[in-house]
């Protein structure tokens, strides 16, 4: 069912289109004269990051986490506290936030990954609920309220974040180095072992390898690039609050994996796009947007499994008849 | 202390009752069906906002209650038939996307007939009393009529899966869908009839929280991923495990909260004890579960053929 990944093939070349319209939207938004463009955009590309790495588990390991928002609001808090106390290098901040990332995902993965199926996501859902709940025990830190930042990670005379546009170009290159990293991942022998376990984790246990090894390593380094985008977050938003790591949050990243096409490469960018698109959208139209957005899903789950990307690839392959 | 002791045992019995009507749904609709249904939380908050809103139409909190139960039910029937009735057969992950979508749905719903704002749901005076428990300690009579019912639901639970016609379909259902369907037995009513038993106790639980809490969108969340901790520690499926995971983690939680800030003094000078309590006490139950997933992945009463 995996085939090879075509460069060529509709969904990567309309990933790349999107990639290159994405570098001009700082022009756009400059020709429309709408600041507004380049906030909106930069959070998409945070939230694409997101997916992108829910992607690797969810998608290539199917491992159904329903927990994955969790390492939003790790990678965020460990900004925000260090910029509390007059910490604001980003050399020192962003790494942080991964390795923490990485040691939540450790052992929550560790425990998590002993099940499987329903009890998999149900025991994500409960940890993350456990991190949020411990976010919101953090009292100093502003507790339920949330944390103010008030200086953005500063990478001396290197990068200016406060620039939107620095900023923009920065989760932009992130995310592009996040998808192709993904996608070489996937392609090594270690992703061949997640994306067999998948299918069939009996049988390659039964060939010799430890797959619980090898999920848990999928794990951890999912939790660390969210980690990454979690910190980015932080300093977009320039606040931090328990509701970074909602579960409402790891929900709507599985939608987003999932509409973008799951275990494809571009498929958490079409995701993340299309999502965060459709609820500016449907926001502007009515205050109940979910009213119409909820059965939309419901929709979408029943009737269009593919994804958006396998929706390109469709629309070239009745072309060619 | 004795008296606190026994009131925060009370507030944990009663918490735990309350988590054991959703936790028993969702494991019966679980085993049966084999479905994830995260809006199961959405009975729960349509419950308590019927039972409040035909309280305050008869001047009535029993009639409102009476009759917020076979209105859920109707709304418990009518998700599945339109849309749950087809995710049967698809795997989990499609499962988890739907009712998600549900959920959305049905707390935007909510906000759009009732507004933001919530509703309380005021007690009767019968109920809005005090009892003696024991000699010079009283205990609230709601909590304790709230325990009452918990506990009859309980045993009437047990009568219904154990000792009637319908209990034995359930429990065929559970051990082999296929089979029973063979057998002749209209297998979609009884899918029906079993979402909208999990509706009901799931509303049921809602409308008895509502006085206390009150009737908020969003209230059936929380206590969802309780439920669902309790259904891990329990084991999938099996009801008698979600009654004594229920009052485990009812118990914990609440007890937990009450004592360890004075647990932990015994240990910590009082600010770190002040500090570290509140964050302790809410990840207790998870630790719990963490442990019984070391211990025993399959949970403490795994269904048998599962």
């Given amino acids: 069912m995996m085939r090879p990944a075509s460069l060529s093939s509709p969904s990567n070349l309309a990933a790349a289109l999107i990639l290159v319209l994405l570098a001009l939207l700082p ?30 588990i969810l998608g290539y390991g199917g491992m159904v986490s329903f927990g994955h ?10 900004v925000g506290i260090m910029a509390s106390h007059g910490v604001h290098a980003g050399w020192l901040q962003w790494p942080l936030a991964i390795a923490i990332s990485a040691l939540f995902a450790l052992v929550i993965g560790a425990l998590c990954l002993r099940t499987r199926g329903v009890y998999f996501i149900m025991i994500t859902l409960a940890f993350a609920q456990m991190v949020y709940f411990m976010g919101v025990g953090l009292e100093e830190y502003g507790g339920d309220d949330g944390l103010t930042i008030y200086n953005r990670s500063s990478f001396g005379s290197l990068l200016n974040l406060s620039d939107k546009r620095v900023f923009y170009y920065v989760c932009l290159v992130l995310l592009v180095g996040a998808l192709y990293l993904v996608h070489r991942l996937v392609q090594s022998r270690f992703g061949m072992v997640l994306r067999g376990s998948r299918s069939n ?99 979408v789950v029943l009737f269009a499994r593919g994804g958006i990307g396998s929706l390109f690839d469709m629309l070239e392959g009745r072309r060619r008849g | 202390m004795t008296i606190l002791i026994l009131e925060q045992s009370l507030n944990g019995l009663q918490l735990g009752l309350l988590l054991f009507l959703l936790a028993a749904g969702l494991t019966l609709v679980f085993g049966i069906m084999d479905l994830v249904n995260l809006a ?31 209105a859920t039910l109707l709304v418990g029937i009518v998700t ?36 933001p704002a ?33 506990l009859a639901v309980a045993v009437f639970l047990y009568v219904l899966v154990q000792r009637t016609r319908l209990g034995m379909l359930i429990r065929a259902g559970a051990s082999n869908r296929e089979m029973i369907g063979a057998l002749g037995i209209d297998i979609k009513l009884l899918y029906t009839l079993v979402f909208g038993l999990g509706a009901a106790l799931a509303a049921l639980a809602g409308l008895m929280a509502a006085p206390i809490l009150t009737a908020q969108i969003g209230m059936g969340e929380n206590i969802l991923i309780l439920s669902f901790v309790v259904i891990v520690i329990g084991g999938i499926g099996s009801i008698r495990g979600a009654f004594v995971a229920a009052l485990i983690v009812g118990m914990i939680d609440t007890v937990g909260r009450a004592f360890l800030p004075d647990l932990l003094r015994l240990f910590l000078d009082r600010a770190a004890a002040a500090t570290a309590a509140p964050a302790i006490s809410s990840m207790l139950i998870y630790m719990l579960m963490a442990a019984i997933l070391v211990l025993r992945p399959q949970g403490l009463f795994p269904a048998p053929g599962k």
């Fill in chain 1, 201 to 299: 984790d009996r049988r390659m246990q039964a060939i010799g390898f430890p797959t619980y090894r090898y999920r848990l390593t999928g794990f951890v380094i999912a939790g660390m690039i969210c980690g990454l985008s979690g910190a980015l977050m932080a300093n977009h938003n320039e606040f931090v609050s328990p509701a970074m790591m909602h579960w409402v949050q790891s929900g709507d990243l599985i939608v987003m994996v999932v509409l973008g096409g799951m275990g494809t490469a571009t498929g958490p960018l079409f995701g993340a796009l299309a999502f965060l698109l459709v609820e500016y959208l449907l926001s502007r139209i009515t205050e109940y947007w979910q009213i119409i957005f909820g059965p939309l899903l419901i929709l």
């Fill in chain 2, 118 to 150: 919530g509703m309380s749901l005021p007690l009767p005076q019968f109920l809005s009393t005090s009892v003696e428990i024991l000699p010079d300690v009283r205990y609230p009579t709601y909590r304790l009529s709230i325990i009452g019912v918990g």
């Fill in chain 1, 69 to 78: 928002a969790m390492y939003i609001g790790i990678g965020g808090y460990v």
């Fill in chain 2, 80 to 115: 599945e038939i339109i849309c749950l009735r087809t995710l049967y057969p698809r795997d989990h992950l499609d499962q988890v996307l739907a009712t998600f979508g549900l959920i959305l749905f049905f707390n935007e719903a909510v906000r759009l007939i009732w507004g």
């Fill in chain 2, 40 to 70: 199961h939380g959405s009975m729960y908050m349509i419950g308590a906002f019927l039972a409040a809103t035909f309280a305050g139409w008869t001047d009535s909190f029993i009639l409102g209650a009476l009759l917020a139960l076979p």
């Fill in chain 1, 27 to 56: 022009l756009f938004a400059e020709l429309l004269a709408s600041p507004f463009l380049v906030t909106l955009f930069t959070r998409m590309l945070i939230y694409a990051i997101a997916a992108t790495s829910l992607n690797l």
